[in-house]
Nanobody, 124 residues
């Protein structure tokens, strides 16, 4: 059973910083990508940042220059450093991972998993 667990959300004033962390666990063989998405009330879930197993990262235009995604796939972890936070960044942030895992029958399978979400509130 694969699980993603996020931590690090909370309440912060505009201009402040937070770091989100996500840890994947289970019988994971390899990770293709890990990333962060967010969903604000009344809005659809949107990409924040994603990092593949190779080089490069991809950020939403709204967070470029303010957020930094980093990863340690050997430890099955990804982080999101968020600086210069704005009220518009208020949302539930979800960790996502695309990976290969070993099933209970020992076969390999691909899966796309989500964490339970962590609330980030930016308000004075």
């Amino acid at each position: 059973q694969v699980q993603l667990v996020e931590s690090g959300g909370g309440l912060v004033q505009p201009g402040g910083s937070l770091t989100l962390s996500c840890a994947a666990s289970g019988n994971i063989i390899s990770i293709s990508t890990m990333g962060w998405y967010r969903q604000a009330p009344g809005k659809e879930r949107e990409l924040v940042a994603v990092v593949p197993s190779g080089r490069g990262t991809n950020y939403a235009d709204s967070v470029k220059g303010r957020f930094t995604i980093s990863r340690d796939f050997a430890k099955k972890r990804v982080w999101l450093q968020m600086n210069s936070l704005k009220p518009d960044d208020t949302a539930v942030y979800f960790c996502n991972a695309a990976l290969v895992y070993r099933r209970s029958d020992a076969a390999l399978a691909r899966g796309d998993y989500w964490g339970q979400g962590t609330q980030v509130t930016v308000s004075s």
